[in-house]
T-cell receptor, first 114, second 112 residues
Framework: DSGVTQTPKHLITATGQRVTLRCSPR?????VYWYQQSLDQGLQFLIQ???????AKGNILERFSAQQFPDLHSELNLSSLELGDSALYFC?????????????FGPGTRLTVL | AQSVTQPDIHITVSEGASLELRCNYS??????LFWYVQSPGQGLQLLLK??????LVQGIKGFEAEFKRSQSSFNLRKPSVHWSDAAEYFC??????????FGQGTELSVKP
């Protein structure tokens, strides 16, 4: 158990819908990262937040957005969902904001878009 | 642009045999390199990392990796594989900030 929690574990929804994925980082960690793992694209970095502020951005679609709240939990919002958005979404956390700080991964949220 | 290639999609080894998983990277400067393992239904766990210094790095679970700048490689090795090592293994390069760029992964199967 990494100490990172993600809810829900599974999510099934329809095209065009909007969903919110939630992540609680390890106690004391200030950075939160979101990754998408799909068969087509593999494991891709989406976005990083550090203490409430966006720090780095990857291949995140405009239909996706994220935020980190004052209590340091984070949410990833996915809207106008398409079949291709079906994937495993991982959250990770670390105590710092750089690569020297080990990222601890949660178990993921599996999103299925029908 | 930074990238990571893991040439082997799937490898099968016998329990007790040695293992080498290949990783090649493309990065302009001195890379920060990582190996992660993903067991079924689990998140990723860091096995080891290379930032600088000794090019042979030791990790958890008996794994090691060697950084070879001339070959742009960071191969993962284990002298004797256990059935519990069956999992998917990802090589990654750091790309600024906390961003990690992952390879496509190598799935390891272990024969009894």
């Amino acid at each position: 158990d990494s100490g990172v929690t993600q809810t829900p574990k599974h999510l099934i929804t329809a095209t065009g819908q909007r969903v919110t994925l939630r992540c609680s980082p390890r106690s004391g960690d200030l950075s939160v990262y979101w990754y998408q793992q799909s068969l087509d694209q593999g494991l891709q970095f989406l976005i990083q937040y550090y203490n409430g502020e966006e720090r780095a951005k990857g291949n995140i679609l405009e239909r996706f957005s994220a935020q980190q709240f004052p209590d340091l939990h984070s949410e990833l919002n996915l809207s106008s969902l398409e079949l291709g958005d079906s994937a495993l979404y991982f959250c990770a956390s670390s105590d710092g904001q750089g690569l020297y700080n080990e990222q601890f991964f949660g178990p993921g949220t599996r999103l299925t878009v029908l | 642009a930074q990238s990571v290639t893991q040439p082997d999609i799937h490898i099968t080894v016998s329990e007790g045999a040695s293992l080498e998983l290949r990783c090649n990277y493309s990065y302009g400067a001195t890379p920060y390199l990582f190996w992660y393992v993903q067991s079924p239904g689990q998140g990723l766990q860091l096995l080891l990392k290379y930032f600088s210094g000794d090019t042979l790095v030791q990790g958890i679970k008996g794994f090691e990796a060697e950084f070879k700048r001339s070959q742009s490689s960071f191969n993962l090795r284990k002298p004797s594989v256990h059935w519990s090592d069956a999992a998917e293994y990802f090589c990654a390069v750091g790309a600024g900030g906390g961003k990690l760029i992952f390879g496509q992964g190598t799935e390891l199967s272990v024969k009894p």
